[in-house]
């Protein structure tokens, strides 16, 4: 199976500042990877598809790049309600692993 | 309004089996691959199973394979997991999320229910 590092797997931050979360993966993905935002006791959100494809209606702010085995993703100023857990997800392999997460907390 | 809303969850004892349902409503369900994802307590997320839209192919997670059953009636608009032999490190919260599709490509899951829970305990 493929597996996906996130890191850090916890950081702070404040309003206003420029976040990035890294991903890479055990093997090449090519661009196949998706990126999704979870806020306690609620589903998963899809952000990012295929490395760098903004969903609809997600913030401008949010931006995805890479391709083989390194991905970012970038929050480029943090608001309020992008304080959440971040994850990561292969699409390359029928086994659709994802990273084990990354939290974005308040500084 | 598109929407997944599953069911079935519950307390079994380990060796148990337990079976959910996710019903579909809002697009064309048998146009979509569907998945199980699941997230045991305090933990991340961990893809669990894929069905395609006419249930030619369907993948399990390591950990799952051979206990797990993954179907569908696209009649019903219904995705199953039938879950055999739990154990203790099944408990989780079980989503259903469909799978979007770039050029017939997968490459994300953009629409999830609200979770079923199953809790595995003697």
């Known amino acids: 199976d493929i597996q996906m590092t996130q890191s850090p797997s916890t950081l702070s931050a404040s309003v206003g500042d420029r976040v990035t979360i890294t991903c890479r993966a055990s093997q090449s993905i090519s661009s196949w990877l998706a990126w999704y935002q979870q806020k306690p006791g609620k589903a998963p959100k899809l952000l990012i598809y295929k490395a760098s494809g903004l969903e609809s209606g997600v913030p401008s702010r949010f931006s995805g790049s890479g391709s083989g085995t390194e991905f970012t993703l970038t929050i480029s100023s943090l608001q309020p309600d992008d304080f959440a857990t971040y994850y990561c997800q292969q699409y390359e392999s029928y086994s659709r692993t994802f990273g084990q997460g990354t939290k974005v907390g308040i500084k | 309004e598109v929407q997944l809303v599953e069911s079935g969850g519950g307390l079994v004892q380990p060796g148990g089996a337990l079976r959910l349902s996710c019903a579909a409503s809002g697009f064309t369900f048998s146009s979509y691959g569907m998945n199980w994802v699941r997230q045991a307590p305090g933990k991340g997320l961990q893809w669990v199973s894929f069905?395609?839209?006419?249930?030619?192919?369907?993948y399990y997670a390591t950990s799952v394979k051979g206990r797990f059953t993954i179907s569908r009636d696209n009649a019903q608009n219904s995705l199953y997991l039938q879950m055999n032999s739990l154990r203790d490190e099944d408990t989780a919260v079980y989503y259903c999320?469909?799978?979007?599709?770039?050029?017939?490509?997968?490459?994300?899951?953009?629409?999830w229910g609200q979770g079923t829970t199953v809790t595995v305990s003697s």
């Open positions: 999320a469909r799978e979007t599709t770039v050029s017939s490509f997968p490459v994300g899951l953009d629409v």
């Open positions: 069905i395609s839209s006419g249930s030619l192919d369907i």
